[in-house]
Nanobody, 120 residues
């Protein structure tokens, strides 16, 4: 069984910073893409950023230049450093990873999410 657990959300004032972390655990053979998505109230879930096992990154236009995604392959961890936060960044942030288990089953896994609230 594979699990993703996020941490690091919270309440911050506009212009502030937060760092999210997500660790994958369980029967893991390999991890391909890891990423962060967010869902604001009344809106669809959207991609924030992703990083491949080789380190290539992709960001939503709305966060380019403010957010940085990174991963530690040895620790099965992906991080999201969020700077210059605005109220529009308020959402539940979910970790996602495409994982191949030791039984060689590949699937996309999701964390339960962590709330990020930015006050004006």
């Amino acid at each position: 069984q594979v699990q993703l657990v996020e941490s690091g959300g919270g309440l911050v004032q506009a212009g502030g910073s937060l760092r999210l972390s997500c660790t994958a655990s369980g029967s893991i053979f390999s991890i391909n893409v890891m990423g962060w998505y967010r869902q604001a109230p009344g809106k669809q879930r959207e991609l924030v950023a992703l990083v491949t096992s080789g380190g290539s990154t992709n960001y939503a236009d709305s966060v380019k230049g403010r957010f940085t995604i990174s991963r530690d392959n040895a620790k099965n961890t992906v991080n999201l450093q969020m700077n210059s936060l605005t109220p529009e960044d308020t959402a539940v942030y979910h970790c996602n990873a495409r994982i191949t288990s030791k039984s060689l089953y590949t699937a996309d896994y999701w964390g339960r999410g962590t709330q990020v609230t930015v006050s004006s």
